[in-house]
Nanobody, 130 residues
């Protein structure tokens, strides 16, 4: 079992930055990848970014949805069991609840499929004003 707790959300203006954090606890040694997803009001649940955390298999590999490439950076600290999402040049359309997720499936180290992620945080609200 892995428990995840997000923090760092808030209200910013368009063009500004936020850094989201996700603290992992429990059986963190079983995690193979971690990711950020988001859900904007009235929109579909969306993958944002993924990092493979199991060093022996694709360790450190990252992947982003096209809309955030060059602006967002996902990173992790395996010692502190933390996941981060640095978000720069935020846009109003990126308002929503951001969720941290983890997968313990050895076949999902490169996955961006929501269904592969069985551990989820409670979410943190990000609001970008225009």
């Amino acid at each position: 079992q892995v428990q995840l707790v997000e923090s760092g959300g808030g209200l910013v203006q368009a063009g500004e930055s936020l850094r989201l954090s996700c603290a992992a606890s429990g059986q963190t040694f079983t995690m193979y990848a971690m990711a950020w997803f988001r859900q904007a009001p009235g929109k579909e649940f969306e993958f944002v970014a993924r990092i493979s955390t199991y060093m022996a298999i694709h360790g450190g590999d990252t992947y982003y949805v096209d809309s955030v490439k060059g602006r967002f950076t996902i990173s992790g600290d395996n010692v502190e069991n933390m996941l981060y999402l640095q978000m720069n040049s935020l846009e109003p359309e990126e308002t929503g609840v951001y969720y941290c997720a983890a997968t313990t499936s050895t076949s999902a180290t490169l996955s961006i499929d929501r269904a592969e992620y069985r551990s989820w945080g409670q979410g943190t609200q990000v609001t970008v004003s225009s």
